[in-house]
């Protein structure tokens, strides 16, 4: 069973390295989740959500939020990519970071505004 605050390890096409990705609010009406992953700040990033080493596990260097990557899913699909080996359940993040995440989503400037929308909605 997935809920808000569980993550995942989901390669990207970009670069085709696993990046944790977690689940900050979901819509039961519709099946859906919204999700963010951490990202290696880069000069000109994204800084609204700032999380340091060590705040989940997974976490080894100073990370930021990547809000402009944003996605929202199927909750069936996640299951089904879990199920297959396609996606990996990591540790769950805490309340306290969880939080952080979505006060900075409402501020960052890059999350599209159906992302913001659907945050808004469902938190």
């Known amino acids: 069973m997935l809920s808000v605050g569980n993550t995942l390890l989901i390669c ?9 990705f977690i689940i900050i609010a979901m ?9 963010v992953s951490f990202a290696t700040p880069k000069i000109g990033c994204d800084e609204s959500c700032c999380v340091n080493a060590g705040e989940h596990p997974f976490l080894i260097y100073n990370s930021v939020v990547n809000y402009a990557d944003a996605r929202i899913s199927a909750i ?33 400037p890059t999350i599209k505004k159906k992302y ?8």
């Open 76 to 108: 069936s699909n996640i299951e089904h990519c879990l199920n297959n080996g396609i996606y990996r359940k990591h540790n769950p993040i805490s309340g306290k970071l969880l939080q952080k995440i979505q006060a900075d989503a409402l501020k960052s």
């Open 27 to 35: 819509e039961e009406s519709s099946n859906t989740a919204l999700l």
């Open 116 to 123: 913001l929308n659907f945050l808004k909605s469902n938190i």
């Open 12 to 20: 990207t096409p970009k670069n085709n390295k696993k990046h944790l």
